[in-house]
């Protein structure tokens, strides 16, 4: 018990060190985006199709300080799969991407980056405005200083998504 | 341990401390029973609260899982919110993977004034001393897929825990409570089975003790140990009773032993004055059963007055301690109120612890018999104290008793037979005679002396005692005695005071008159024979007279000395006659039928051959002869001597007297050394104050080994004077002497002179 408590603290202390020292320059909402985007993975099922390689890769494309606050968690693991945060520029980079973040400044190119990631099974995260209601899955708001996020359960169903009920209760709106 | 001893010791009764045992013991068990089962329930309830605040926390974490993964602490209150519903806890925590509280939830009840950080270190604190936590937490992780989200801390509200021990502890209680109350019913219930015997057995013994009925039997019921117990108990009681049975063995037993050797038994309780007497006690005074009653003073009543005093005294001095052994003699009446002689000896058996005498034994023995054997023993001696006066008497009696024989015979020699004087002096002659051998026999009790054996004719002197003792009585004496009789060698002296006894006990027998038979046979004994002799020649001689006889009982008596039935007996005259024939070596027996006769029957050794009369007569036939020699008369006694010269000179001798030994011894020496030697020197054998026959003889003998020497002396009885040859003497005459028998003896010692 006290050796886990043990694990608890020093996970809890000294692992988040690194990201934090660096994250200076990184506003704080990034810190929490990044960890919606390892942490969704473990109430979400991808289909077979989006799993065929040993690893687990979160891709991210466009611009987005995520980048960097992500590139500290590299070497960590997702489970039993190895982690690995990729930078994709071309829809034809999204080959072994399990999740897909879509910066704000790729808007422009969603009606080909979405239909491809459905096609692909690979789950979409986006803090752009009404990116659910665009067709991604999983959008992520600022409201009142917290960060807030929005299913799209039909755009999931679409990809062969699901996810599981404790994160559709954390939901701040579920579109269906 | 003391507390529990004076509670057990303040239990009088086994009831009670059973019960206290059985209690206590039960009590024990339970509060043990009792303790271990609330460590149980306690550790068991612990951990069943960690087991199930675990999964409270697991499922805390499954539902705040997401939230606290996407940081959303509002939604992982909102979720512990739900814990309101569940009172059993009291708190939890949950902190993000950084160690953060992400939400906290603690029960309204809950009032203390610390803010969540500070419950936090405080729960943490907690987790090392769990063991004896009323309050049990418990942590969990949070995970999803092997991702570490947080943690979950729960505590579990302590009363939760509180009221269940509370309620086993009360449940203990009450079963406590309810196995005291069983074990004290069941104490009550045991008491009736160990205690009930137990009793039983109690009064059992008391009545034993009570009756003091050894017979009595125990019933052996209840456990085992009381059994065992109760047959104990029986069998002590057995040995009591064969132990009583063998002391009364034993004291039947010692009663018959005394009994058995003649004494009676008497046992006196002292201080109830209880007794009781053997039947031998009883029967030995002539008492029945019902005579005496068990009472000591049955005992004391009996003594003679005149021995009370003494008896009383004696009692005295052993209670006291100043004797050994209680013993005295009284005097006790019989039944027939004569008294015998008691010796009463007795002991105390038991005491008092106090020392007091309680119960006393004894015996009595008749010691009667005893008692008048002294008396006889005394009278005896008194009479031989009168033997010994007189035997002094007869002594100087016997020699002026010698002066007048020889006188007289004297006298007779100078009167012729046909003279008037003469038959009177012949009379007075054999009176006198007669008067010595009173003294004779006086003589010889005074100093029992040995007789003066010479050849004798047995007829002579038979003839001569009947004749004395028959004259002038109305008894007619019939004697048959063969010429061919043989001689005896015997004390003429004696055997005629024998016979004299003999007839004048036949005389006084039969005071109407009647007849004496005296007969005499010779007789060969050979080894066996009822007189116990030695085989060889005797003559028996009879007196048997027809008198009123000797009754059975004085037969057995007649010989002892002083035994008379005569009024005025000395009752020496038979014992003197069995004195005289024993020294004899002869024997006397008597038979005696009453109303009939008595005879006594004397037996004495014969010479075998016929008595050849010596010359006695003739020797004194030749008196007046010429003078045959010169006499020395040695004697302290004037009278003697000049009777002798009297005697001595008639008889034709020359005489000279003197009167001691050594006188006598420088007369013979004289006569030596003129050559005309003494033909015999007479000697009396004791002078008093002066030099005697015996040692005379020795001397005069030295000077001349051929003289011929006569002892004379009133003691027949004198060793000297029944063997007088070993005392170089060559003749004995006895005082008082006749003319004859000195001339008799003279002769003799010549003859013998002129052989040597």
Same mark, same amino acid.
């Given at each position: 018990?006290?050796?886990?408590?043990?694990?608890?603290?020093?996970?809890?202390?000294?692992?988040?060190?690194?990201?934090?020292?660096?994250?200076?320059?990184?506003?704080?909402?990034?810190?929490?985006?990044?960890?919606?985007?390892?942490?969704?993975?473990?109430?979400?099922?991808?289909?077979?199709?989006?799993?065929? /390689?040993? /690893?687990?890769?979160?891709?991210?494309?466009?611009?987005?300080?995520?980048?960097?606050?992500?590139?500290?968690?590299?070497?960590?693991?997702?489970?039993?799969?190895?982690?690995?945060?990729?930078?994709?520029?071309?829809? /034809?980079?999204?080959?072994?991407?399990?999740?897909?973040?879509?910066?704000? !400044?790729?808007?422009?190119?969603?009606?080909?980056?979405?239909?491809?990631?459905?096609?692909? /099974?690979?789950?979409?995260? !986006?803090?752009?405005?009404?990116?659910?209601?665009?067709?991604?899955?999983?959008?992520?708001?600022?409201?009142?200083?917290?960060?807030?996020?929005?299913?799209?359960?039909?755009?999931?169903?679409?990809?062969?998504?699901?996810?599981?009920?404790?994160?559709?209760?954390?939901?701040?709106?579920?579109?269906? | 341990?003391?507390?529990?001893?004076?509670?057990?010791?303040?239990?009088?009764?086994?009831?009670?401390?059973?019960?206290?045992?059985?209690?206590?013991? %039960?009590?024990?068990?339970?509060?043990?029973?009792?303790?271990?089962?609330?460590?149980?329930?306690?550790?068991?309830?612990?951990?069943?609260?960690?087991?199930?605040?675990?999964?409270?926390?697991?499922?805390?974490?499954?539902?705040?899982? @997401?939230?606290?993964?996407?940081?959303?602490?509002?939604?992982?209150?909102?979720?512990?919110?739900?814990?309101?519903?569940?009172?059993? *806890?009291?708190?939890?925590?949950?902190?993000?993977?950084?160690?953060?509280?992400?939400?906290?939830?603690?029960?309204?009840?809950?009032?203390?004034?610390?803010?969540?950080?500070?419950?936090?270190?405080?729960?943490?604190?907690?987790?090392?001393?769990?063991?004896?936590?009323?309050?049990?937490?418990?942590?969990?992780?949070?995970?999803?897929? &092997?991702?570490?989200?947080?943690?979950?801390? *729960?505590?579990?509200?302590?009363?939760?825990?509180?009221?269940?021990?509370?309620?086993?502890?009360?449940?203990?209680?009450?079963?406590?409570?309810?196995?005291?109350?069983?074990?004290?019913?069941?104490?009550?219930?045991?008491?009736?089975?160990?205690?009930?015997?137990?009793?039983?057995?109690?009064?059992?013994?008391?009545?034993?003790?009570?009756?003091?009925?050894?017979?009595?039997? *125990?019933?052996?019921?209840?456990?085992?140990?009381?059994?065992?117990?109760?047959?104990?108990?029986?069998?002590?009681?057995?040995?009591?009773?064969?132990?009583?049975? @063998?002391?009364?063995? $034993?004291?039947?037993?010692?009663?018959?032993?005394?009994?058995?050797?003649?004494?009676?038994?008497?046992?006196? +309780?002292?201080?109830?004055?209880?007794?009781?007497?053997?039947?031998?006690?009883?029967?030995?005074?002539?008492?029945?059963?019902?005579?005496?009653?068990?009472?000591?003073?049955?005992?004391?009543?009996?003594?003679?007055?005149?021995?009370?005093?003494?008896?009383?005294?004696?009692?005295?001095? +052993?209670?006291? &301690?100043?004797?050994?052994?209680?013993?005295?003699?009284?005097?006790?009446?019989?039944?027939?109120?004569?008294?015998?002689?008691?010796?009463?000896?007795?002991?105390?058996?038991? %005491?008092?612890?106090?020392?007091?005498?309680?119960?006393?034994?004894?015996?009595?023995?008749?010691?009667?018999?005893?008692?008048?054997?002294?008396?006889?023993?005394?009278?005896?001696?008194?009479?031989?104290?009168?033997?010994?006066?007189?035997?002094?008497?007869?002594?100087?009696?016997?020699?002026?008793?010698?002066?007048? *024989?020889?006188?007289?015979?004297?006298?007779?020699?100078?009167?012729?037979?046909?003279?008037?004087?003469?038959?009177?002096?012949?009379?007075?002659?054999?009176?006198?005679?007669?008067?010595?051998?009173?003294?004779?026999?006086?003589?010889?009790?005074?100093?029992?002396?040995?007789?003066?054996?010479?050849?004798?004719?047995?007829?002579?002197?038979?003839?001569?005692?009947?004749?004395?003792?028959?004259?002038?009585? $109305?008894?007619?004496?019939?004697?048959?005695?063969?010429?061919?009789?043989?001689?005896?060698?015997?004390?003429?002296?004696?055997?005629?005071?024998?016979?004299?006894?003999?007839?004048? $006990?036949?005389?006084?027998?039969?005071?109407?008159?009647?007849?004496?038979?005296?007969?005499?046979?010779?007789?060969?004994?050979?080894?066996?024979?009822? %007189?116990?002799?030695?085989?060889?020649?005797?003559?028996?001689?009879?007196?048997?007279?027809?008198?009123?006889?000797?009754?059975?009982?004085?037969?057995?008596?007649?010989?002892?000395?002083?035994?008379?039935?005569?009024?005025?007996?000395?009752?020496?005259?038979?014992?003197?006659?069995?004195?005289?024939? $024993?020294?004899?070596?002869?024997?006397?027996?008597?038979?005696?039928?009453?109303?009939?006769?008595?005879?006594?029957?004397?037996?004495?050794?014969?010479?075998?051959?016929?008595?050849?009369?010596?010359?006695?007569?003739?020797?004194?036939?030749?008196?007046?002869?010429?003078?045959?020699?010169?006499?020395?008369?040695?004697?302290?006694?004037?009278?003697?001597?000049?009777?002798?010269?009297?005697?001595?000179?008639?008889?034709?001798?020359?005489?000279?007297?003197?009167?001691?030994?050594?006188?006598?011894?420088?007369?013979?020496?004289?006569?030596?050394?003129?050559?005309?030697?003494?033909?015999?020197?007479?000697?009396?054998?004791?002078?008093?104050?002066?030099?005697?026959?015996?040692? @005379?003889?020795?001397?005069?003998?030295?000077?001349?080994?051929?003289?011929?020497?006569?002892?004379?002396?009133?003691?027949?009885?004198?060793?000297?004077?029944?063997?007088?040859?070993?005392?170089?003497?060559? &003749?004995?005459?006895?005082?008082?002497?006749?003319?004859?028998?000195?001339?008799?003896?003279?002769?003799?010692?010549?003859?013998?002179?002129?052989?040597?």
């Amino acid at each position: 018990m006290v050796l886990r408590l043990l694990v608890i603290v020093l996970l809890g202390t000294l692992v988040p060190l690194p990201p934090c020292a660096r994250a200076g320059e990184v506003p704080q909402e990034y810190q929490v985006k990044a960890r919606y985007l390892l942490n969704i993975p473990l109430y979400s099922e991808l289909p077979p199709h989006a799993m065929k /390689g040993e /690893g687990y890769s979160v891709c991210l494309i466009g611009e987005t300080p995520l980048a960097s606050v992500l590139e500290a968690t590299r070497s960590k693991m997702l489970g039993s799969r190895p982690l690995a945060i990729r930078t994709v520029e071309e829809v /034809g980079q999204l080959e072994r991407c399990q999740v897909l973040f879509i910066a704000s !400044s790729e808007r422009y190119r969603l009606q080909t980056l979405l239909p491809e990631a459905q096609r692909r /099974g690979i789950l979409t995260v !986006s803090d752009m405005r009404n990116f659910t209601r665009l067709g991604g899955i999983i959008g992520l708001q600022t409201v009142d200083n917290r960060i807030v996020f929005d299913l799209n359960l039909s755009a999931a169903g679409k990809a062969a998504i699901s996810f599981s009920s404790h994160l559709l209760k954390l939901a701040r709106d579920v579109i269906r | 341990m003391s507390l529990l001893d004076r509670i057990f010791r303040s239990a009088s009764s086994i009831r009670n401390q059973q019960r206290l045992v059985i209690m206590l013991a %039960c009590a024990n068990v339970l509060v043990i029973t009792l303790v271990c089962f609330l460590a149980y329930s306690y550790f068991s309830l612990n951990q069943e609260s960690r087991e199930r605040m675990g999964a409270l926390g697991d499922i805390i974490g499954a539902d705040v899982g @997401a939230a606290l993964a996407f940081g959303d602490d509002q939604a992982v209150g909102t979720s512990l919110a739900a814990l309101r519903a569940d009172l059993a *806890v009291k708190q939890v925590f949950v902190l993000d993977v950084q160690g953060k509280i992400s939400a906290y939830y603690h029960n309204e009840t809950d009032q203390e004034n610390l803010d969540r950080q500070q419950r936090l270190s405080v729960l943490r604190s907690h987790f090392r001393s769990h063991f004896l936590d009323l309050s049990p937490e418990v942590s969990r992780s949070i995970t999803r897929d &092997g991702v570490l989200l947080g943690s979950v801390l *729960v505590e579990q509200d302590e009363r939760v825990m509180i009221r269940k021990l509370l309620f086993t502890a009360g449940i203990g209680a009450g079963i406590l409570l309810l196995a005291l109350g069983i074990s004290f019913l069941l104490a009550r219930r045991f008491q009736k089975i160990i205690t009930a015997p137990v009793t039983a057995m109690a009064a059992a013994m008391r009545e034993v003790s009570r009756v003091k009925d050894y017979s009595k039997r *125990v019933v052996p019921v209840g456990p085992d140990e009381l059994v065992q117990l109760a047959l104990n108990f029986n069998a002590m009681l057995g040995e009591i009773e064969q132990r009583d049975a @063998a002391l009364q063995e $034993n004291e039947a037993r010692w009663k018959f032993a005394i009994e058995g050797s003649g004494d009676g038994v008497w046992d006196w +309780y002292i201080q109830s004055g209880a007794a009781s007497y053997s039947s031998l006690w009883k029967q030995m005074l002539g008492y029945s059963e019902e005579d005496i009653a068990p009472l000591y003073r049955e005992t004391l009543d009996r003594v003679h007055p005149e021995d009370r005093p003494a008896a009383a005294e004696a009692m005295r001095v +052993y209670l006291a &301690g100043g004797s050994e052994i209680y013993l005295t003699e009284y005097r006790f009446r019989c039944k027939d109120d004569s008294y015998r002689w008691i010796l009463s000896r007795g002991m105390v058996v038991s %005491c008092s612890e106090a020392g007091q005498p309680l119960r006393m034994i004894g015996t009595h023995t008749d010691i009667t018999e005893r008692k008048e054997q002294e008396k006889e023993l005394l009278k005896i001696e008194k009479l031989e104290s009168l033997g010994v006066l007189a035997g002094g008497i007869a002594h100087d009696f016997n020699n002026i008793l010698t002066a007048v *024989v020889g006188n007289i015979s004297l006298a007779q020699m100078f009167v012729a037979p046909g003279h008037r004087s003469f038959k009177p002096l012949t009379e007075a002659e054999r009176a006198s005679v007669r008067a010595g051998e009173l003294a004779q026999q006086l003589l010889t009790f005074a100093r029992g002396g040995e007789p003066v054996r010479k050849l004798a004719s047995l007829r002579h002197i038979v003839n001569e005692s009947i004749s004395l003792a028959l004259h002038g009585s $109305n008894i007619k004496a019939v004697v048959e005695i063969p010429d061919s009789i043989h001689a005896i060698e015997a004390d003429a002296g004696q055997l005629s005071q024998v016979f004299n006894n003999l007839i004048i $006990n036949a005389l006084q027998a039969m005071p109407e008159g009647g007849t004496l038979a005296v007969a005499a046979r010779n007789e060969a004994l050979d080894g066996k024979n009822p %007189c116990s002799l030695p085989a060889g020649s005797y003559i028996r001689l009879t007196f048997s007279d027809q008198g009123c006889g000797i009754s059975e009982d004085d037969l057995t008596r007649i010989f002892d000395p002083y035994f008379s039935t005569k009024p005025k007996g000395n009752g020496l005259g038979l014992a003197s006659v069995y004195s005289i024939i $024993n020294k004899h070596s002869g024997h006397i027996g008597v038979t005696s039928t009453l109303g009939e006769g008595t005879s006594f029957s004397i037996v004495l050794p014969s010479t075998g051959g016929e008595y050849q009369p010596q010359q006695a007569d003739a020797q004194s036939q030749t008196a007046g002869d010429q003078a045959r020699g010169h006499i020395l008369v040695m004697d302290d006694e004037e009278l003697i001597l000049s009777l002798a010269i009297g005697m001595l000179e008639y008889l034709g001798y020359q005489v000279t007297t003197c009167e001691s030994g050594a006188e006598a011894i420088a007369l013979y020496q004289t006569s030596l050394e003129t050559g005309s030697a003494y033909a015999s020197v007479i000697m009396d054998l004791t002078i008093p104050g002066g030099m005697g026959g015996k040692t @005379a003889a020795e001397q005069i003998l030295a000077l001349d080994p051929g003289a011929a020497l006569v002892v004379s002396s009133g003691y027949s009885n004198d060793p000297i004077m029944s063997d007088f040859k070993s005392y170089g003497f060559s &003749g004995s005459v006895t005082k008082p002497y006749t003319i004859s028998e000195l001339a008799e003896v003279l002769a003799s010692v010549a003859g013998q002179r002129a052989a040597s």
